[in-house]
C-alpha cells in the first residue's frame, strides 16, 4: 500500500481519467468496503457542490472485470432511458448511472492493472443492513420488483453469464457431494444431523433448474444479490429509490431474486443468528414483501412464474445451507470465517430457517395467490 500522500496523488490521478468538470475538493473513504473499494468525491463546479462515488473493482472475486463492466453499462443506461420515458427528469438522481472517462470507457484501467469506475452520487438516499420493519420489507419488495420491470424488455443474451452456474442448485448439491466423499478436513463425523437433513431434501435442487430446462419459465435479467443493504431508501419518505451493486446482474430467472430477498429479509435474526431458536420465517414481512414485489412485477410475471415464486424461497434457502455446508467440510475455502465451525453454524441457520418455511409454505403459496390476484 502506498503512503498517504502518494495514495492521495493516486486518487487524485484517476480521478482526472473520468469526464467530470470542475475541480476536487475532497475525496474520502465511503461505506465498509467489503467487496469494492469505495470513495466519495466532492467537486466544485462554479459555485455548486457536486459528488460522485469512485470504486475499485475487486479482481479477485470479480475474474473478467470488463465483462462486469458491459453489463454494469448496459442495465444503468437502460434503466436511464426507461426512468426517461417515463417523465423523470434527472434519473442520475434516483438510480446508479457511470461517469464515463474522457475517452468515452465505462471504467479506467490504471498502471498497475485496477479497474475503476465511477458513479453519481444519490443524495437522498440511505441504506441499512437490516430490515426495520413492515414498511421497510414492503419497500424491498416493491424495489426488486421495480427493478426487475425496468429491465424487463432487455435481451438477457445481451448481457454476459459473469458468474456461470450461479443460482444452480443442483451444482451446489454436487459439490457438497464431492465434498463430503473428499473429507479432506475430516468433519464428515461432526455433521451427521445436517447430512440427515439434506439427504431428505435432495429433491429441492432440481425444482428451479427444471422449470428453466423445459421452457416453463423464462430467463430474464435479474439483480443476484437483492439484500437489504442494496435497496436505496429515501432519507425522508421512506420509499424505496434504486438497487445498488448491479455487478452480479445477469441473465437468471426471477425466482433467484425473489427467493434470495425473502430468504434474507423475512428472517430477522440473520444469517448469523446465535440462537438458532430465534431463526424463523417472518410471515408478515413476507407478506410485506410480497406485497411490495407483486405491485412492480405482476405487470409482466407469467403464470407459472408466479406459482413458483413461493416455492423458490424454499429452494435458494436450501442451496446456501448446501454452500456453507459443502465449504466447512472442504476447510472454509470460499466463506470468511471468524471462527473454526462459522460455516457450519451458518449451515445451520439455513437448514433452520427452512424448516420454518416448509412449516409455512401452504400459507405462503396462498399469499401470493391471494397478492396476484388483487
Known amino acids: 500500500m502506498p503512503a498517504p500522500a502518494e495514495y492521495a496523488s493516486m486518487l487524485t490521478t484517476i480521478i482526472s481519467k473520468f469526464s467530470i468538470q470542475g475541480t476536487v475538493v475532497k475525496t474520502e473513504r465511503f461505506g465498509p468496503g467489503l467487496i469494492n473499494d469505495t470513495y466519495l468525491c466532492e467537486f466544485r463546479e462554479e459555485n455548486a457542490l457536486h459528488k460522485y462515488i469512485l470504486q475499485r473493482i475487486n479482481t479477485s472475486v470479480f475474474k473478467h472485470p470488463e465483462q462486469v463492466m458491459e453489463n454494469v453499462e448496459a442495465v444503468t443506461t437502460h434503466i436511464v432511458g426507461r426512468l426517461r420515458a417515463q417523465g423523470v427528469v434527472n434519473p442520475y438522481a434516483i438510480t446508479p448511472a457511470l461517469i464515463h472517462t474522457w475517452s468515452g470507457r465505462s471504467f479506467h484501467r490504471d498502471d498497475a492493472g485496477a479497474y475503476w469506475r465511477m458513479f453519481h452520487f444519490i443524495e437522498s438516499g440511505a441504506v441499512f443492513d437490516a430490515v426495520r420493519d413492515g414498511k421497510h420489507a414492503y419497500e424491498i419488495g416493491r424495489c426488486l420488483g421495480r427493478f426487475q420491470a425496468l429491465v424487463a424488455d432487455m435481451k438477457p443474451a445481451t448481457l454476459q453469464d459473469t458468474l456461470p452456474g450461479f443460482h444452480h442448485t443442483p451444482r451446489y448439491l454436487r459439490e457438497y457431494d464431492d465434498a463430503l466423499t473428499a473429507n479432506v478436513k475430516r468433519r464428515a463425523a461432526e455433521v451427521e444431523t445436517e447430512r440427515s437433513f439434506v439427504s431428505c431434501r435432495r429433491d429441492l435442487a432440481p425444482l428451479l433448474a427444471d422449470l428453466v430446462n423445459s421452457g416453463q419459465i423464462p430467463l430474464r435479467v435479474v439483480h443476484n444479490d437483492p439484500k437489504v443493504n442494496n435497496i436505496m431508501i429515501h432519507i425522508d419518505t421512506g420509499e424505496a429509490l434504486c438497487m445498488l451493486d448491479l455487478d452480479t446482474v445477469m441473465p437468471g430467472i426471477v425466482h433467484f431474486d ?55 424461497v424454499k429452494v435458494i434457502t436450501f442451496e446456501l445451507g448446501l454452500r456453507f455446508l459443502a465449504d ?47
Open 328 to 374: 466447512y467440510l472442504r476447510g472454509d475455502t470460499y466463506f470468511k470465517i471468524t471462527y473454526p465451525t462459522h460455516n457450519l453454524h451458518r449451515a445451520r441457520v439455513q437448514f433452520k430457517l427452512l424448516k420454518s418455511i416448509e412449516a409455512a409454505e401452504n400459507r405462503m403459496a396462498a399469499l401470493v395467490a391471494r397478492l396476484s390476484s388483487s
Open 258 to 312: 425473489f427467493g434470495d430477498c425473502v430468504r434474507s429479509v423475512a428472517n430477522p435474526a440473520g444469517e448469523d443468528a446465535q440462537d438458532l431458536g430465534t431463526v424463523t420465517l417472518d410471515l408478515s414481512f413476507f407478506e410485506s414483501i410480497t406485497s411490495g414485489y407483486l405491485r412492480e412485477a405482476g405487470v409482466f410475471l407469467v403464470r407459472k412464474e408466479l406459482e413458483a415464486l413461493a416455492v423458490s
